[in-house]
């Protein structure tokens, strides 16, 4: 009998585990601009993880130094970027604000905790540290990660993952719809950025569609 019961449990966490595989599947969204594109659903976060994958010509400590450092206008959107705790090149906590987008009123805020990994690094939302800002929605979900692997001694393959909820009652489709096409824009702006041989202070230059 318990040999009975622990075949039957041990058939039950293979059919789990199999379930999980199934559910961590990527999904080919297409290729745009030389960007590989797909997504999955992730039922933990109850979010849509997208993920693009490029080659750059650059070295991967060049690419980390940018795509790390999330004071870096990287984001038209981005209307504040202030490191509350840490160091930008480690492990530090940053507050992000952004200008309204996917057509609401309001602007959106969130704190992050970026932590630096062997090839590159990962962040995640942080509760409670800020309260909202005047006029902003607080973002519930913001996680992601870039990793950067050596091709050879130029060229790099990058790896960019990220999953959202803007908050607010934004319809979900309109939400994964533009997850997913606003990825090929961040490596254009990543390659435009490196592709500067004289950046003042390692800093990349501002977007056409900044302030």
Partial sequence: ????????LFLFASMTGDA?????????????????LSFREDPQLNARQVRAVAELPHAPDDII??????????????????????????????????AP??????????????????????????????PPQSGAVRM??????????????????????IAVNPGGGIPGWMVRRGAVSALPDVIRRVAHC??????????CPKSASSP
Wanted: charged letters at 30%.
């Fill in 194 to 203: 490196l592709s500067i041989p004289e950046r003042p202070d390692g800093r």
């Fill in 65 to 98: 130094d940018v795509v790390c450092d999330f004071t870096q206008l990287l984001d038209p959107d981005t209307r504040e970027s202030r490191v509350l705790a840490g160091d930008i090149g480690a492990d530090y906590e940053i507050y992000l604000r952004y």
């Fill in 140 to 161: 519930p979900l913001l996680r992601g990660s870039w990793s950067v692997e050596a091709i050879d001694a130029s060229r790099s393959r990058v790896t960019y993952r």
């Fill in 20 to 36: 999980v595989q199934i559910e961590q599947v990527w999904l080919d969204a297409g290729v745009k601009d030389g960007v590989t």
């Fill in 101 to 130: 987008r996917y057509m609401v009123v309001s602007a959106r805020d969130v704190v992050l905790r970026v932590e630096a990994e062997d090839n590159g690094c990962a962040w995640s939302e942080v509760a409670g540290r800020l």
């Fill in 1 to 8: 009998m318990i040999a009975a019961r622990l075949s039957v």
